[in-house]
């Protein structure tokens, strides 16, 4: 008996203790995509370990734990099905495929950003050959007093 047969006989368990007429099904394709908030700072078992053990038990915690520690919590872990392959039950239902939505890089704030822009226009007049910082040109004139003397 394969792993994911496994894991398909121990889905299909749970899902006969549930009623499932009139729930829609969704279809979710998470290869290749960030896993919530990473499963960072593991001390028994790294990512790569766990993927290989198994992969489904990632992404049930990832998901978990980015929903609020409610009494809803418990009833939409047991709705969760996920499947390691392209392979599940569900054929013969409807399913609606999920696209997600591309990731927002987050706005820097706005004190940062105005440093990012003072560097970046420092750089750029660095390259043209001119300081126009307040030590560049007190340099300068230094430089140029020398000449002149």
Known sequence: M???????????AGLRR????????RVFDAKGQVLGRYVGHLKERSLKDQMAKDPT???RKAVMRMLPRNKLRDD????????AGGEHPFSDRPLEPYVMPP?????????VRRAMIRAEKKA??????????????????????????
């Open 18 to 25: 549930i009623n499932l007429e009139g729930l829609r099904w």
């Open 103 to 111: 990731r927002q890089v987050r706005e820097l704030r706005p004190r």
């Open 76 to 83: 939409r872990d047991r709705k969760l099905r996920i499947f």
């Open 57 to 59: 038990e990632v992404i």
């Open 2 to 12: 394969s792993i994911n047969s496994f894991f398909m006989q121990r889905a299909l």
């Open 124 to 149: 750029e007049l660095q390259k043209q050959g001119g300081m126009d910082t307040r030590k560049g040109r007190k340099k300068e004139e230094e430089k140029a007093e020398l000449i002149e003397a």
